[in-house]
């Protein structure tokens, strides 16, 4: 009886997780088209600036992110398992927009070592958990 509550629980809080990033990621491409359509219509050309094109670089990463996000759930709800895969993918793409959106000139270069240091090691274990899987998996059943 308990362990049926606590899969409906935890089923529920998925669902509305699912939910709630769902919304997020509507509100991210509002807002992504919202920035694109004022960056272009405020100035002579079509061109971007520098700081404009990395905001919307930005806003796409964060669209991606909250994609990836939807999907964990997902699978989570169906699998019942955390896909470390996913997670690091997701951690990846997450820096990586820290790194997009990062004013440089005003960052200390040891966080800069720091954040390289720490994009190197969720790489290395993205490869290694792709490696790991492509060895496991039969004919077929490869990624």
């Known amino acids: 009886m308990i362990d049926r509550l606590f899969h409906l629980f935890e089923r529920t809080l998925a669902g509305v997780l699912l939910l ?8 991210a491409v509002v807002e992504l088209c919202a920035i694109i359509y004022h960056d ?7 061109l971007l600036d520098l700081h404009e094109l990395f905001e919307v670089f930005g806003m796409f990463l964060i669209v991606l992110i909250a994609i990836e996000f939807m999907s964990s759930i997902y699978m989570y709800m169906k699998d019942k398992s955390v896909h470390v895969e996913m997670m690091l993918a997701i951690a990846i793409t997450a820096l990586t927009r ?5 004013e440089s000139s005003s960052v ?3 966080y ?5 240091a720490l994009l190197g090691i969720l790489i290395g274990g993205y490869y290694l958990v792709r490696r790991q899987d492509a060895k496991g998996a039969g004919p077929g059943e490869g990624h």
Do not use: F, M, S, W
């Open 112 to 116: 800069l070592l720091g954040l390289a």
């Open 108 to 110: 200390d270069p040891l």
């Open 20 to 27: 709630l990033i769902g919304v997020v990621a509507a509100l």
């Open 98 to 102: 820290k790194v997009v959106v990062l």
């Open 40 to 46: 272009l219509t405020n100035q002579e050309g079509l």
